[in-house]
């Protein structure tokens, strides 16, 4: 059973920053796909960053060069490095996984993951 624990969301004024981590668990195999997501009530799950087993990344074009996604093997922890952030980024972040490969173009895909974390709270104010 595949477990992810997100952490390091919070309030921030614009123009200000946030880490938030992504701890996971139970999974042996180095051949994930992982990713963040993110929702605001009332809409779908948004795609913000992907990363590829092999190293690829893929932004939102939302991100233009604001975030930075990035994975610790020997703490098997994925990260999101949020800079300048703007009221708009405010939203429940979430942590996904997909055990396997998938296509590049489809890493912004919530269908494509199957293990989700519990969510973190992300809100910026003006």
């Known amino acids: 059973q595949v477990q992810l624990v997100e952490s390091g969301g919070g309030s921030v004024q614009a123009g200000g920053s946030l880490r938030l981590s992504c701890e996971v668990s139970?999974?042996?195999?180095?051949?994930?796909?992982m990713g963040w997501f993110r929702q605001v009530p009332g809409k779908g799950r948004e795609g913000v960053a992907g990363?590829?087993?092999?190293?690829?990344?893929k932004y939102g074009d939302f991100v233009k060069g604001r975030f930075t996604i990035s994975k610790d093997n020997t703490k098997n922890t994925l990260y999101l490095q949020m800079n300048t952030l703007q009221p708009e980024d405010t939203a429940m972040y979430y942590c996904?996984?997909?055990?396997?490969?998938?296509?590049?173009?489809?890493?912004?895909?919530?269908?494509?993951?199957?293990?989700w974390g519990q969510g973190t709270q992300v809100t910026i104010s003006s």
């Open positions: 996904a996984v997909r055990t396997g490969s998938t296509f590049y173009s489809l890493l912004l895909y919530s269908s494509e993951y199957n293990y």
């Open positions: 139970g999974y042996i195999e180095r051949n994930l796909c």
């Open positions: 990363r590829h087993y092999d190293g690829t990344t």
